[in-house]
């Protein structure tokens, strides 16, 4: 299973981004779906994350400031990320968990993209 990113970049504080993650290779399913980031010196931290029972979660700090959107026709999922502060500067990480179409279990991450916030 692989995670193709995009959609990170630069931009001022106050700004709007788009991150989407796009799963392809032998999936049966996909079980949960989300973000991670990391700072640098800081472990790596849920963002949010959908699962297949339809609940979404979100970290406090981005509660009201990012979405998180999944198109089940076409596979995807978006982080609308609004109000940027410097303070969500991370690389921001795609993971997948699911099952394969041979029964077992995948645990998936994308190549991390980088999202830079300046003040």
């Known amino acids: 299973v692989q995670l193709v990113e995009s959609g990170g970049g630069m931009v001022q504080s106050g700004g709007s981004l788009t991150l989407s993650c796009e799963a392809s290779g032998s999936i049966l399913n996909i079980v949960s779906i989300g973000w991670y980031r990391q700072a640098p010196g800081k472990e790596r931290e849920l963002v949010a994350i959908t699962t297949s029972g339809g609940s979404t979660n979100y970290a406090d700090s981005v509660k009201g400031r990012f979405t998180l959107a999944r198109d089940y026709a076409k596979n995807p999922v978006y982080l609308q990320m609004n109000s940027l502060k410097p303070e969500d500067t991370a690389v921001y990480y795609c993971?997948?968990?699911?099952?394969?179409?041979?029964?077992?279990?995948?645990?998936?991450w994308g190549h991390g993209s980088q999202v830079t916030v300046s003040s």
């Open positions: 993971n997948a968990r699911g099952y394969s179409t041979d029964r077992t279990p995948f645990d998936a």
